[in-house]
């Protein structure tokens, strides 16, 4: 079974810095884009940044030039570094992989269960 387990949340004041990693592990045969979703009070779940299996990257405009996405295969690891950080940053941030557990199985969608950023003075 597949899990994906997010870190690295917390408290930081507006221009502050933070870095969320998200640990895939169980039976994983390839993972292909993986990415970054937030979800703030009221809104809906929105794409922040995605990285394809290829190394290509897209970040959604608010966070441009703020926020790198990242991936480390050898340590099935995702990061998301996230710097000039602003109030309206503030949301509980997600990891999604597309991942193929075995060679006979087909891609899935996983979900990890959040990790809460709140940028406040």
């Known amino acids: 079974q597949v899990q994906l387990v997010e870190s690295g949340g917390g408290l930081v004041q507006p221009g502050g810095s933070l870095r969320l990693s998200c640990a895939a592990s169980g039976s994983i045969f390839s993972i292909g884009a993986w990415g970054w979703y937030r979800q703030a009070p009221g809104n809906e779940r929105e794409l922040v940044a995605r990285v394809r299996s290829g190394g290509s990257t897209n970040y959604v405009d608010s966070v441009k030039g703020r926020f790198t996405i990242s991936r480390d295969n050898a340590k099935n690891t995702l990061y998301l570094q996230m710097n000039s950080l602003k109030p309206e940053d503030t949301a509980v941030y997600y990891c999604?992989?597309?991942?193929?557990?075995?060679?006979?199985?087909?891609?899935?969608?996983?979900w990890g269960q959040g990790t809460q950023v709140t940028v406040s003075s």
């Open positions: 999604n992989a597309v991942i193929k557990p075995s060679y006979y199985q087909p891609n899935d969608n996983y």
